[in-house]
């Protein structure tokens, strides 16, 4: 029985420095876990962003499209009303005969600027002031102090 509790003891005194061994290494890989989870959410948060970006970037994308769209139907447009101009225009032709130019009209193609007589000034604020207390009530009757 003794070499039986001698041998179990022996034993337990192995455990408990293997178990001693094991702790700081069971430490560390929490350490290590604790890392990686950090690191994980901060991945997610990541992850999060580009997904609003991408959401952002596919609806101005959308928007982008639905302009461009609209902007070639105005074309289109504009093209069928630049051949109806044309078309009305071609109605009309202008004579190839150089045309007399009347007297008094400037040669260059402009125009003489009208001239207008100057205004008469106008009334100094101070005088128009004093003009309207003209016709001011008497207050000869009020006492002042």
Do not use: C
Not at 43 to 49: F, N, S
């Amino acid at each position: 029985m003794g070499e039986l509790s001698s041998s179990s003891v022996e034993m337990a005194e192995k455990a408990g420095k293997l178990l001693d061994e094991m702790v700081p290494s069971i430490n560390k890989t929490s350490d290590l876990v604790q890392e990686i989870s950090a690191a994980s959410e901060e991945q997610a948060a990541g992850v999060a962003q580009i997904n609003t970006a991408m959401t952002q970037l596919n609806q101005v994308t959308q928007q982008n499209a639905s302009s461009s769209e609209e902007l070639a139907a105005t074309a289109e447009e504009m093209s069928s009303q630049a051949e109806q101009l044309q078309q009305a225009m071609s109605f009309f032709t202008l004579d190839a005969s150089p045309r007399a130019v009347a007297q008094g009209s400037p040669v260059d193609g402009r125009s003489s600027p009208n001239r207008q007589p100057p205004r008469p000034p106008q009334q100094a604020p101070r005088k128009a002031f004093a003009q309207s207390m003209a016709g001011a009530p008497d207050e000869s009757e009020f006492t002042r102090f």
